[in-house]
């Protein structure tokens, strides 16, 4: 007999179940071998490319090999961010309830463009976007869930254009008598480079005010770049603080840079991707006082709370921005909720078919509760300490100063380049180079919940190991 022609897609029951268990076993194993894997595989295209030679897609695979197939591709061919050793950028070993949570929204499938369609999942993303905004004290949030990071910094750009240049929306930028310019640190993420292309203001509106020794943003050199831009005919609409800087680490003078914005009326973003997690925790909150004077902030879920990328988030004091920004009329989307006091996720986003991102948050947050979540970053922030102090009493040189575990570190006269190749290239833990005033330097950042005094420790010895520090 032979299959119907949707089986092939659909797979029939007893395979399925066996699918099931087969992905459930990958999964555990994966979970539980990764501490054992080199944390880095050697870069070779060739190799995967081989392997991948023989996927022609003429015959079709039995579904147990095509897993095991792509299981092994991922094992033996990616940087292990679940790997207790792993120091790198903001990539964390993800939660469990956030494996489960992505399973059951490709499951399920549920599509987050208009709320009829799925109003369980809206109204889920509605309830987290006002905890969260809650979390950075705003009494009643507005945002939307982003696919990082950069997407919700490139609509923190487009609504600030469409506050101050309402005429923007329709007309572009060539209707716009004066230029417009906005200022980030020189420190700042580079997403912000691109949201200047993206929103056809150009990547010369971006204004990169100098920092100090410790790499904020100085307040009065702002002040003097909004004035001198002033005079020149440029219309500056735009300050934005970096909360946690990605190279160091930095947190922004947010109280004095959100009253520059108001006096000068311009809008205020916080970029409190990784950083804004600090929020959670008693003792760090302080860290990011002023927040709260932000016009809208930008926080990636899919950094320090753990879950599966991509989970960014946008959110905003102001009810009516997401909705002036991306609002169209259209025939043909649902409107079966008119009347209701709803918000359609499409209207809200640049996004228009979305899959339910904020799930994995959900049944992350439901399940550690924010308890849980104040621990694992207070420990993650112990073991960043603890890196700092054992990098000291070895004599390497510290070359940051922040309360967040993101560690720079130089070895006077060594090379910063060829211990990081010699480091990652052992397969023993995963260390970057960033550059700070000009100088190459090395930098470890305790991205995983799970890292232990012992695996910062092994990574000071293997450090000691290549390089002896003068
Ligand atoms: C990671 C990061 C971004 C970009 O976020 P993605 O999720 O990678 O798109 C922006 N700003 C800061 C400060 C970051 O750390």
Redesign the pocket.
Known sequence: MTDAPHTCLQLNPEVREQLWRQVAQVIEQYARWVPSLPVAPELSPGKIRAMLASCDFEHGMDPTAAVDFVARGLTDFQVHTSHPRYFG??NPAPTTMGIAADTLVAAFNPQMAAWSHSPFAAEVEAHLVRAFGALFGYPDADGTF????????HTALLTALAQAFPVYLSEGVRDLAQQPVFYVSAE??H?FLKAARLTGIGSAALRMVPTDNKLKMQEPALRAMIRQDRKEGLAPFLVVA?????NAGAIDPLTGLGAIAAEEKLWYHV?????GAAALVPELRPLLDGIHLADSI?F?A??WLSIP??A?LYLTRHRDILENTFRTQNAYMPRDAAGLDIVDPYQHSMQWSRRFTGLKVFLSLLTAGWDGYAAAIRHQTAMGRLLREELLASAWRIENDTPLPVVCFSAPGGDAQSIVRQIVGSGQAWISTTVIAGRTVLRACVTHYGTQPEDVRALVSALNGVAVPV
């Open positions: 950028l903001f982003c696919s990082g990071g950069a997407e919700a910094n700042c993420h997403s970096t909360a946690g800087t990605t970029d409190a991707a990784w950083g930008t990636d899919h950094k990328m991509g960014g």
